[in-house]
């Protein structure tokens, strides 16, 4: 009996003690489970963390740079607009003042009206007034509202202006103010008003995915006055100012001059959203399938990103330099006839866009061939090289100039004008400068060892081919018709330009 009831016992002490060793071992592993899931789980909330913050941190910085960018060119657009509204004055003075001392002549208000709109293409209205800023005549069909009068009213007293959006009976616009510099006559004020088309465009351009970029008051409360899609006018809400979400948003903000205005940068809210619900997802993802590998492996892998991005940043450097090799020229540094392909393609597109004509011009060296038969291709490349320098600095920077081959060269001429009337004038005062430059003399030198330097001095002329195009134009149309143009001027003579036929 004694013994049945030991031996019971320590039976039932080795079940109970085999009992606690498994709820030991499974509670051990349970632990161990929590603790690493635990552990990742706190890694991958840092990792989300970082990840949003980098983020927003990398959308900041490029809203940064696009409002000072978007700033600075609108800075430089108002400030261009003053200066030709004032070359404008300067050069219709006579016609202003004709107009002045008679307001209801139709003919010299229609006449204003027709020059000004040959100088800007956005141009919207205009209004002259005396001195203390009153208009001189009656705007019977109310395009100058009470605020136009109000800014010219002030820039008479203070000589400041800040441009801004304001309405009249058809549209929203904005003013530049000249003063009349004709000293011999009555002083007064020309004010001329543009559609913010050209400012939208400018925003449109510059905002990137996820960002709205608008133009704001600098006052308060904050107005809209202009955003990628356009004036005021375009903008379907109740009233134009920004509402407390769009204001909490606000990434950035950048001060243009001569306005009154802040380029601000909204970041959209589903944008940062949907960031940060994919990431979520992606991290919770992670957690499921590496949870109990995630500790032995996250040192290879992150050995094995570093890895990766260091020879991501190797074969970046490395096809920079194919690139480059690839697409310019070794002789001139200049675009070759691959890139150039490329840039009058996107030249084709955005005047399509724009609705501004292109224009090319294909040039050929007329009496290039006897300075190689002379001197040696040595000689030959130094006369190249410097066509090259001189027909850079005879273009815009918006302007190509590519070497097609041999002395071969193509200048490409981007947004020249909507108006092929205007254009037309624009391109062939740049080809006479082109044929003008490469037209002076050439002197090179060249260096022998052990004796001194020979100069050589050649007179080379250029004839030109010009073809203009724009979006609805084909690719090898435009190639084959200023190669045309430029065969027809070598057969009249060279050292000339001629037009195609569909530019006349």
Partial sequence: MNYSTKQIKDTSRQECSSKRFTVKNFSISQLILISISALIFIVLILVYVDRISSFESSQRAIAHTSGSEVANQITYILKQRQRQ??????????????????????????????????????????????????????????????????????????????????????????????????????????????????????????????????????????????????????????????????????????????????????????????????????????????????????????????????SELEREELLNKVSKAALYDSLTQLPNRYLFDIQLKQAIAGSKRTGCYGTMLFLDLDNFKPLNDTYGHVVGDLLLVEVAKRLTKCVRDIDTVSRFGGDEFVVLLNNINIDDVISKPQVEAIAEKIRSSLSEAYVMTIKNEGVSDTIVKHHCTVSIGVAFFNGHTDFNDILNRADAAMYKSKSEGRNQIHFDKKAS
């Fill in 85 to 310: 509204v004032l070359l404008f004055l300067e050069d219709n003075q006579s016609l202003i003042q004709q107009f002045l001392t008679d307001t209801d002549n139709d003919a010299k208000f229609e006449e204003i009206q027709r020059s000004l709109r040959r100088t800007f293409p956005d141009y919207f209205a205009f209004t002259i007034t005396d001195n203390q800023g009153e208009p001189l005549f009656v705007d019977f069909e109310g395009y100058v509202g009470e605020m136009c009068v109000l800014d010219i009213q002030t820039y008479s007293k203070t000589k400041l202006y800040s441009a801004r959006i304001h309405p009249n009976s058809y549209k929203f616009h904005y003013d530049v103010i000249a003063e009349s510099t004709n000293q011999d006559a009555t002083p007064f004020f020309l004010m001329v008003t543009f559609e913010p088309t050209e400012l939208a465009n400018i925003l449109k351009v510059a905002q990137y995915p996820g960002h709205e970029l608008m133009l704001i008051t600098d006052n308060s409360p904050q107005l809209l006055e202009v955003t990628a899609l356009g004036g005021r006018d375009k903008i379907s809400r109740d009233n134009y100012q920004l509402t407390s979400d769009e204001l909490s948003k606000v990434l950035v903000t950048h001060s243009i001059e001569h306005s009154s205005w802040l380029t601000a940068d909204v970041l959209q809210p589903e944008f940062l959203s949907e960031y940060r619900q994919t990431t979520l997802l992606y991290l919770g993802a992670f957690l499921l399938m590496f949870a109990l590998v995630i500790a032995t492996s996250f040192k290879l892998l992150r050995k094995e990103e570093q890895l990766r991005y260091r």
